[in-house]
Structures are given as structure tokens and as C-alpha cells.
């Protein structure tokens, strides 16, 4: 079973649709959670660090639930260049400064006009 | 933010041969990281190359098959050795200043 486990997807949703991704990881000494997306063909980029009280930047909203191990994230009103792939990321306990990070397999969205 | 650059950006190689990759940061960095992102899969690390000491490589990579070199804060290379096709992938170095930052990776194919 992988540590990291996402829907792969792909999502085909209309723009200014709402589309929301899941993420379980299965190692409770899990400590940083993250999103990254990666474009076709280049490297990832963190979208957002994922926090206990959730958080939100703009359009798009991540949230954590320890008990469940479980995290999510949210893209509202999506827009044609949220087509990506979308990265479930975690940290363990003392390596979230550094640098070592388990992906997930990441969930694919396309937006169609 | 830190800027990353790798060469070489693609290649292809005959199995048995090597192929040395080169990652080169714009400031100076702790801890480089090297990952592999196979065909249709996420990435997976392979080592932590940190200046002045031996890496240190994560379960089933192995310093025989990927050497790495690190000779200063801003530099790193990762050797991929005696190459199968199962070694095509693409290959990422990373850092940590702020956030995780990542090259713009080595696309490698092997025939």
C-alpha cells in the first residue's frame, strides 16, 4: 500500500465548476502536508502548505484532518489554467525542514471551456 | 525563492552506459535532494546530497548505482550507472530554503 494514496483521476470539469480532491497517508508520524501542482511536462511548485485549522488562498482551500489522516483540497471556480495535476505531499515528524517529502501519485484536472 | 538549473535537459542513452547529471542552485543550500519521477508516476527520493559528507540514499537506491557528488553549497551532480531501460525517468533535484524547490528536471530515456 503506498504511504500516499490520491485519487489519480482525471477530473473533466466545466469551468467555474467546483472540484474537490481527497488524500489518506498512512503514517501517523506524518507532520507538514502539502499541495503541489505539476504542469505537463514540468516540475512541481507548492500550491500550499496544509495546516490542523485549514486554510485558504483565494480560490482554492486545503484542509487536514489528523484523527482521519486525511486531506483535502478545494478549487472553486475553477479556471481553464488549473488543468494540471494535483500532488498530495507529506513530511514526517522532524523531516519537514528537510526537505524529504512523499508524493502522492497526484490527481489529474482538466478544466473544458 | 531559489532557482534551479539541470543539465543535461533530456538524453538518450544505450543500457550499460552512464550518464551524469548536474544540478546548479543560485544561492547557497544546506541539503540538495535528488528524485525520480518514472513513466505515469509521482516523484520518489533517492538521496540527500549534502556538502561534505557522503549521501545518504533512501530504501532500494544505492550508492553504486547513483553516485553522488557534492563539491560546494550550490552544486550537485547525480551519476546514473550501467543504465537499464527501467532507469528511464525523470530525474529532479530539489531544495529547501523557504519552501521545497524543484529543477526543471532530466528527462532520461534508455534503449
Known amino acids: 500500500r503506498k504511504e500516499v494514496e490520491q485519487d489519480p483521476g482525471p477530473f473533466n470539469v466545466p469551468e467555474g465548476a467546483t472540484v474537490a480532491f481527497n488524500c489518506t497517508y498512512s503514517?501517523?508520524?506524518?507532520?507538514?502536508f502539502f499541495w503541489y501542482r505539476q504542469d505537463c511536462r514540468k516540475e512541481p511548485k507548492l500550491l500550499m502548505s496544509?495546516?490542523?485549522s485549514g486554510n485558504e488562498d483565494g480560490r482554492f482551500t486545503a484542509q487536514l484532518n489528523r484523527a482521519s489522516q486525511y486531506i483535502s483540497l478545494l478549487i472553486r471556480d475553477s479556471k481553464l489554467s488549473d488543468s494540471a495535476t494535483y500532488l498530495c505531499v507529506v513530511a514526517h515528524s522532524g523531516s519537514g525542514n528537510t526537505g524529504k517529502l512523499i508524493f502522492g501519485q497526484g490527481t489529474t484536472l482538466q478544466v473544458k471551456p | 525563492s531559489a532557482v534551479i538549473s539541470q543539465k543535461p535537459s533530456r538524453d538518450i542513452c544505450q543500457r550499460g552506459t552512464s550518464l551524469t547529471i548536474q544540478c546548479q542552485v543560485d544561492?547557497?543550500?544546506?541539503?540538495m535532494f535528488w528524485y525520480r519521477q518514472q513513466p505515469g508516476q509521482s516523484l520518489t527520493l533517492i538521496a540527500t546530497a549534502n556538502q561534505g559528507s557522503e549521501a545518504t540514499y533512501e530504501s532500494g537506491f544505492v550508492i553504486d548505482k547513483f553516485p553522488i557528488s557534492r563539491p560546494n553549497l550550490t552544486f550537485s551532480t547525480l551519476t546514473v550507472s550501467n543504465m537499464s531501460p527501467e532507469d528511464s525517468s525523470i530525474y529532479l533535484c530539489?531544495?529547501?530554503?523557504?519552501?521545497?524547490?524543484f529543477g526543471p528536471g532530466t528527462r532520461l530515456t534508455v534503449t
Open positions: 530539489s531544495v529547501k530554503s523557504y519552501e521545497q524547490y
Open positions: 496544509v495546516y490542523s
Open positions: 503514517n501517523s508520524a506524518s507532520q507538514s
Open positions: 544561492s547557497q543550500v544546506t541539503m
